[in-house]
């Protein structure tokens, strides 16, 4: 209450300033030699204490009163003068309010608010003299004024002749979605407590103003109003779940959940909706920005692990060993598009194609259909990477899978294997449903690696045949 009290004061304290020269009396509001109210302009003596007053009827006629003399030095005070290029004071603090009131940029409604200037008049007149070259008292003002740590507010660059904000056109799918809110204001057309301003329409101003303390029709009154204050609270609580559970664009959230899906593992990225009717939005920002965070060095330590693994220990290699990197990847592209590879791999059924001397020439051919080997995918980096091994790195990125697609087929081999002691082949392919090598070779590196134990199928023993014995 009392940093309060002080802060009410000290804005009556510069009101004052403002309102009469230093050194006035704030308590003189009338001219001390007729006594009659004040109007601009009005003249001060400069030579007497607090600065009398006098009206200009009794300037002109010499008025003197005890300590006040005729010939005494004065100042002219008012705010219809001129200060230069034509504006005067009135017109100065009319320009400002109404900045103020209609925002700096809509110069059309501030001028319409000055009578006789063009918005290109009021425009150019408050960056002339108030931005770009103010007066050096204004300048000098400021510079006293001082900002604290605190207050420091980014830079921001003023853009000028801007136009109003876009707005939906009518019948469009935006005017559709925003139907009954008002964006430029961030307020609805219908309120959720529509009546709740019925309750005072009964209630007629100064009815009660006489009134006594234990009047019944005043409490009655008073009561009606803090019934009124009560529904504008709940209406005030209702739009403020409206912004925090971003109900007004709906559509927004599905667009956010898609670009943070390369970014976060599948578990993440499958709670974030949840944690939206726990979280305010802010809160789940600051997780989703700690998340993206982590996955980001996560991403890093593992090149980093990929380059000490391939024998760089100072950062200065990593440059040339990306260039040869590259430079060997493309090259192995260059000799792939050349072979075609038969089904049996590069020495078996392979065949050389050269270009532009007719068909191909067969090496060691073997009939059937040929294909291509597909080039290995580059899964560093991404979500699930870190959680593989070495040897399950590179088994995904020869098979083209996603570190989570292997990740999952993984998770569905072992459970399976933990469950019935074992799992066979068969099994496994029909639990994957993915392509049969795929799955072998998955299966494979798990039981080399004792995640999983195989079952080797029984066969029945037969019964030999001997001559002479029928069946």
Not at 178 to 194: K, M, Q, T
Not at 318 to 339: F, G, H, K, N, P
Not at 415 to 427: D, K, P, Q, S, W
Request: charged content about 25%; overall charge neutral.
């Amino acid at each position: 209450m009392a940093d309060s009290g002080a802060g009410h004061e000290a804005t009556e304290e510069d009101a004052t300033e403002l309102q009469f020269p230093k050194g006035v009396s704030p308590g003189v509001q009338g001219c001390r030699g007729c006594g009659a109210a004040l109007k601009e302009p009005f003249v001060l003596c400069a030579t007497c204490p607090y600065n009398p007053p006098l009206c200009l009827p009794c300037f002109t006629r010499g008025a003197e009163f005890p300590g006040h003399a005729s010939h005494h030095p004065y100042a002219v005070v008012g705010r219809s003068c001129p200060l230069g290029e034509g504006w005067g004071g009135t017109e100065e603090l009319a320009l400002l309010g109404a900045i103020m009131e209609c925002g700096l940029g809509n110069w059309g409604a501030v001028s319409a608010r000055m009578a006789g200037r063009s918005d290109d008049e009021c425009r150019n007149h408050y960056l002339t003299r108030y931005l770009y070259h103010p007066p050096p008292e204004l300048a000098g003002l400021m510079q006293g004024q001082g900002v604290g740590a605190g207050q420091c507010v980014d830079p921001m660059e003023y853009v000028g002749g801007t136009s109003n904000p876009p707005r939906p056109l009518n019948g469009t799918l935006a005017a559709t979605e925003l139907a009954g809110y008002c964006a430029a204001r961030g307020d609805f057309e219908c309120e959720s407590d529509p009546m709740a301003e019925n309750c005072l329409g009964g209630i007629e101003p100064g009815l009660f103003t006489r009134a006594e303390e234990g009047c019944p029709g005043k409490a009655l009154a008073a009561a009606v109003a803090d019934g009124y204050r009560r529904r504008l609270g709940e209406r005030h609580r209702a739009k403020r779940a409206v912004r925090d559970a971003g109900l007004v664009g709906p559509g927004r959230a599905g667009v956010v959940m898609a670009r943070l899906r390369p970014t976060l593992p599948q578990d993440l990225w499958e709670a974030l909706p949840r944690l939206s009717s726990l979280l305010p939005p802010m809160d789940i920002d600051l997780v989703v920005a700690g998340l993206q965070a982590r996955e980001e060095t996560r991403r890093h330590i593992s090149q980093l692990q990929e380059y000490r693994r391939a024998g760089i220990t100072k950062k200065a290699a990593v440059a040339t060993y990306e260039t040869l990197r590259t430079r060997r990847q493309s090259d192995a592209r260059e000799r792939e598009c050349l072979v075609v590879r038969g089904a049996g791999g590069a020495g078996l059924g392979s065949e050389w194609v050269v270009l532009g001397r007719g068909p191909l020439l067969s090496v060691q051919g073997r009939p059937g259909q040929l294909r291509r080997s597909q080039p290995s995918l580059d899964i560093a980096g991404l979500p699930g990477y870190s959680d593989l091994t070495c040897e399950e790195q590179k088994v995904a990125s020869e098979l083209r899978l996603s570190p989570e697609a292997f990740l999952h087929h993984k998770t569905l081999l072992v459970g399976e294997c933990v469950r019935g002691g074992g799992i066979r082949l068969a099994t496994a392919r029909t639990l994957l449903k993915i392509d049969v090598n795929k799955t072998r070779r998955i299966f494979d590196v798990l039981r080399e690696a004792g995640e999983i134990v195989a079952v080797v199928p029984k066969q029945w023993p037969t019964r030999p045949l001997h001559c002479g014995q029928g069946w």
